[in-house]
């Protein structure tokens, strides 16, 4: 059998229930010196009294009788005078309540005489005295009246007690509630964030300046938290539209070679040019699938982050080489190059900047007409390199150039180039992410004609080349 687990008690329900513990300790100790002074009182007082009765009543029995037995003894009401024979036998009372006073046995006086000590008889106090002729003389007083004073005193300082302690829980019910409404606030704002409403911040307008500094917090959470949940949100539609997009993509390459294999499978190109040509298309489809997997496995990779040893790079001869490949594939866009100063050095991943390079002179290639010229510029600005890659073709658009940089993102005309010049729009997208990779930054520029995109790298000093070029040899 389970053992139900009871609900725990709110923050306001604890101080409240706190402040009335010590409401009630504080009153009750209050209660108890009260108390305890009202005895200390009665026993010095019951002292005074008993010792001028006492000194009285010796001189009274030492006398001889001559003094009135009963002067002292009737102006206090509580007094009490016993005078006892050597062997314990009442020899006088004295007093209103002396009768109840039971007369101790003669050994208990005979010790409480020799000692002179103030001591309780049952419910009286006093002391006992030895007279010249042997016989006792007790001088006490009746305790009876006095806790009775007590108990309706502490009686009385209870129910003010009760009462204290009844407004204190009040009042601090009230104080708490008022002072925690701000943190009710709080929870509101970030239960409604939470639930995906969006802008929810903490009104922290007459708050404590302890509750300010938490609201403050709290607002920084709920901040973050709102850029959290729109990056992620974000994510998931860049994620969703990228498997769409490579779905299609990859889609239409397949179903081209799928068609093709099935004309070849059913004999219906009997003709060996139509066959050559079916073959041609199924190899540049193929090439395009190639190509398309190398790109998505690229971006990939650099999702997962940047190289973990990334070593130093030189652009100059990079660039050099890049662009004589360029030249051999697009013989019909000539390239040109140059690099004013000297030749800066990066750090980075050597394959992955290659690979950008090459998209951005491919664009030039795939998307401009024959015959149009394209210059590429390497130069160090400060700290970073800097390289433009400018071409005379058709340009991008300005509504464009914000969204080039998306995967699989083509323009207009792109869409419209035939199909073996038709991209999967992913260069550019490699671009920028492989420039992020390195700390740099690739933009698109506005040109009167043509392309003109830059991408700056940060440049190694001297210091961390050489250390960049150790850890590459280790």
């Not at 009135?68 to 009490?80: H, K, L, Q, R």
């Not at 199924?282 to 990939?300: C, F, G, N, Q, S």
């Not at 790079?313 to 990079?318: I, M, P, R, T, W």
Request: hydrophobic share 45%; with cysteine; glycine share 10%.
């Amino acid at each position: 059998m389970t053992r139900r687990s009871s609900r725990p008690w709110s923050l306001c329900r604890r101080l409240v229930y706190t402040g009335g513990l010590v409401a009630l300790a504080t009153v009750l100790a209050m209660n108890v010196l009260a108390v305890g002074g009202f005895l200390v009182y009665q026993q010095v007082r019951n002292q005074r009294l008993i010792d001028a009765n006492r000194l009285y009543q010796v001189a009274r029995i030492g006398g001889g009788g001559e003094v009135p037995a009963a002067t002292m003894v009737n102006t206090d009401e509580d007094g009490v005078v016993l005078v006892l024979h050597p062997d314990g036998e009442v020899f006088e009372r004295l007093g209103r309540q002396a009768a109840a006073f039971r007369a101790p046995d003669p050994a208990v006086l005979r010790v409480a005489a020799a000692d002179g000590r103030y001591r309780l008889f049952g419910w009286f106090y006093g002391v006992v005295d030895r007279a010249d002729d042997g016989r006792f003389v007790i001088t006490a007083r009746a305790l009876g009246g006095q806790i009775a004073g007590a108990v309706r005193m502490a009686g009385g300082l209870l129910a003010v007690d009760a009462v204290v302690c009844l407004l204190a829980v009040v009042i601090a019910a009230a104080l708490f509630r008022r002072t925690l409404r701000p943190l009710e606030r709080f929870a509101g704002t970030a239960a409604r964030v939470t639930a995906g409403e969006p802008g929810g911040r903490v009104d922290l307008a007459g708050v404590p300046e302890e509750v300010r500094r938490l609201g403050t917090a709290v607002n920084r959470m709920l901040g973050r938290l709102e850029g959290s949940f729109a990056r992620l949100s974000e994510t998931d539609e860049r994620l969703r539209r990228f498997v769409s997009d490579a779905g299609h993509e990859l889609r239409t390459p397949l179903t081209v070679i799928i068609g093709y294999a099935q004309l070849l499978r059913l004999g219906v190109l009997a003709d060996r040019a139509a066959r050559e040509r079916a073959m041609v298309e199924v190899e540049r489809e193929a090439r395009r699938l190639t190509v398309l997997a190398d790109h998505l496995l690229l971006l990939a990779r650099i999702d997962e982050g940047p190289p973990g040893n990334p070593g130093p790079v030189e652009l100059d001869a990079l660039c050099r080489e890049v662009v004589e490949a360029s030249r051999a594939d697009y013989p019909a866009h000539p390239v040109g190059y140059r690099c004013e100063g000297g030749a800066p050095v990066v750090s980075g991943d050597e394959p992955w900047l290659r690979q950008a390079l090459s998209c951005l002179l491919a664009n030039v290639g795939t998307h401009t007409p024959a015959g149009t010229r394209a210059e590429v510029v390497l130069r160090t600005e400060g700290a970073a390199a800097v390289l433009d890659v400018v071409d005379e073709g058709p340009g991008i658009g300005a509504a464009d150039r914000a969204r080039v940089f998306e995967r699989f993102f083509r323009c207009d005309e792109a869409r419209q180039q035939p199909p073996g010049r038709r991209s999967a729009g992913l260069g550019l997208s490699i671009v920028r992410s492989v420039a992020t990779a390195c700390g740099g930054t690739v933009a698109v520029l506005p040109s009167e004609r043509g392309t003109w995109v830059r991408v700056r790298l940060p440049v190694l000093s001297a210091e961390h080349r050489e250390s960049s070029s150790g850890r590459s040899l280790k």
